[in-house]
């Protein structure tokens, strides 16, 4: 069964950076429109960023942009999410997820995608 896998979250300082990894265990990764969303503890998933299946189109939500960058490789079957000077409201679950959508489509909310990894933890301390 086809899986996603996210990986590099962890504890770090406000002004600090990470970069989330997302493995995809499908047959042709180029098929499928990329997101990425979080869930802080009490609040509800929220969409961060996505990215169309050829790359050639992104879209970020207003408190990640100019902060983030997410990229994908569909030949490696992975997607990214570069995040720089972190936040401690930055702090949450963040999962990455895929959708099925035409070349150049990209989705921002979750109900487009059917696939959900497990998450990854992101604190910021302040």
């Known amino acids: 069964q086809a899986q996603l896998v996210e990986s590099g979250g962890g504890l770090v300082e406000a002004g600090g950076s990470l970069r989330l990894s997302c493995r995809a265990s499908v047959h042709t990764l180029s098929d499928y429109i990329i997101g990425w969303f979080r869930q802080a503890p009490g609040k509800e998933r929220e969409f961060v960023a996505t990215?169309?299946?050829?790359?050639?189109?992104?879209r970020y939500a207003e408190s990640v942009k100019g902060r983030s960058r997410i990229s994908r490789d569909n030949a490696q079957k992975m997607a990214y999410l570069q995040m720089n000077n972190l936040e401690p409201g930055d702090t949450a679950t963040y999962y990455c997820a895929t959708g099925t959508g035409v070349t150049g489509e990209v989705f921002t909310t979750a109900r487009r995608y059917d696939r959900w990894g497990q998450g990854t933890q992101v604190t910021v301390s302040s």
């Open positions: 990215i169309s299946r050829g790359s050639k189109v992104t």
